[in-house]
């Protein structure tokens, strides 16, 4: 069987935790991206690992000295993600990003969220945001992909974004912002 048609079935079948039937787009992953600084060690963080098309991206552009924590609550996706993905600067961690600060104490660079905010309650997502903001390095870029985006807009409040949409059967819209404060 192809592995994007067992990436589809396995994405189905988890249907009410992934929040989604196929892996993010290319062009979604890309631009997701395309704010990490590859020329220093950085601290990134990945919500929704899925199968790791995301994950690999990251791995890509960071530089050699960098780590990424990649937060995943699917048990399958982790153990798949395990056995395909061999990089010392990954941390595979099978858990909620709701806990994320139980793993990383340190400033983060970079937040990469490809998590559906649909399975949250409203409070939980804010608060979600709102954390990794406390987190995030001065500078560092918080990205997520949304299919609908009032939950975000209402937990980044004022702050400035940059807004990008990726055309789909249901459109990915990606929001970049920077932590100026």
């Known amino acids: 069987m192809k592995n994007t048609l067992k990436t589809a079935l396995s ?3 988890n249907l009410f935790t992934v929040g989604a039937i196929n892996e993010t787009k290319p062009e979604t992953v890309s631009e997701m991206c395309s704010k990490i600084d590859i020329n220093k060690k950085i601290n990134v963080i990945e919500f929704g690992m899925g199968h790791g098309n995301m994950t690999k991206e990251i791995l890509k552009t960071i ?6 924590y990649s937060f995943e609550i699917n048990t399958d996706f982790c153990k798949h993600v395990e056995k395909h993905i061999k990089d010392d600067r990954l941390r595979v961690i099978n858990d909620s990003a709701l806990n994320f600060k139980e ?3 340190e400033k983060v660079d970079n937040f990469i969220i490809s998590i559906p905010f649909t399975f949250l309650k409203d409070e939980e997502a804010i608060e979600l945001v709102k954390s990794c903001f406390n987190q995030l ?3 560092g870029t918080y990205s997520q992909v949304v299919y609908r985006e009032n939950t975000l807009l209402k937990a980044i ?3 400035p974004y940059e807004k990008k949409v990726v055309k789909a059967l249901i459109n990915e819209k ?3 912002i920077k932590n100026n404060s």
């Open 103 to 105: 793993y990383v104490s």
């Open 174 to 176: 990606i929001f970049h």
């Open 157 to 159: 409040g004022d702050r």
């Open 137 to 139: 390095q001065k500078e």
């Open 63 to 68: 530089s050699e000295d960098s780590i990424l």
């Open 11 to 13: 994405f189905t079948k």
